[in-house]
């Protein structure tokens, strides 16, 4: 064994040069498909924890097609069945309820056209990072104040168009669920978020008051969920999806679609560039491993000649 090492060591090192390029080309491509790899997942792993921690959350309920088809009337109307079923799961972390409407905005003389979201104040904050995003003023209560107005978050975007700051009061008009004109007075908690960000043009409002606004009674449109695990998401979706077979269970993959379409499509091209990248240093190693038995022939004869086995060369 010995022998066969010191036959080795020196076969390596006959040519320095040619071995020195074909370690290199196996190290290089080594490091650029790890590199590629890890850049990849952990962009799109920041990616996902971004959006499911701002809105989306793991899984979500909504009734029939809600998710693809967003009417007003399309509520989960029995909502304590549902909170009984995943208050009975260990893997969900957190949940919240939401409601959702266009509306039109007034303050003063100017109006914006906006998204109004009910959420609930303290399972919101538990959900998502929305609270984190607080640019001024306070996080809604809940409760009316002094005065008997609802607190209301606007975002940065839309409180700047209608040109209102914590404390200003504005108008919603809205369609309720019952086909009436929705309107009411709020005041200004806070804004969230930056003109760029993604609640820049929503108007969030406590879960009543939403739900007293849109006459939605105690219905709602949407449950957030947050599991302990996100690798989880299909398989607890589909547990949940068997014990609520009237509502519609979606793990984020189907919640973000487009995104996780797009995401899995760069992922297989990105394997197909890596493809060939390895098979490049497969040739490189290949042809330094073809030079070095074709250039040694006759040692290899000479090496027989003296009873060298079969397998002993080859190796």
Known sequence: MGLLLRLAGRNILRQKRRTILTGMSIAGGYLL???????????????????????????????????????????????????????????????????????????????????????DPVREKATSRLAQKIASGTWPTGDRDADGYYGAL???????????????????????ADGSIANDLYRVAGTVGTRSSAERNNIYLPLHAAQEFLTLGTRVHEVAIVLDDITLAREEAAKLQGELPTLTVSPWQVVEETFYKSMQSDKAGNRVTLSIVVFIVFIGVLNTILMSVLERTREFGVLKAIGSRPGTVLL
């Open 33 to 119: 498909c790890a590199l590629s790899f890890s850049m990849t997942e952990g962009s799109y792993n920041n990616a996902i924890r971004i959006f499911t921690g701002d809105r989306t959350g793991h899984i979500q309920i909504h009734d029939d097609d809600y998710l693809r088809r967003p009417r007003i009337h399309k509520t989960i109307d029995d909502m304590a069945a549902v909170a009984a079923v995943l208050d009975a799961e260990p893997h969900i972390q957190a949940y919240t309820t939401r409601v959702f409407a266009p509306a039109l905005s007034y303050a003063g003389h100017n109006n914006a056209p906006t998204q109004v979201i009910g959420i």
């Open 154 to 176: 606007l975002g940065e975007s839309i409180a700047a168009t209608l040109e209102v700051g914590v404390g200003d009061e504005i108008i919603l008009i809205s369609q309720g």
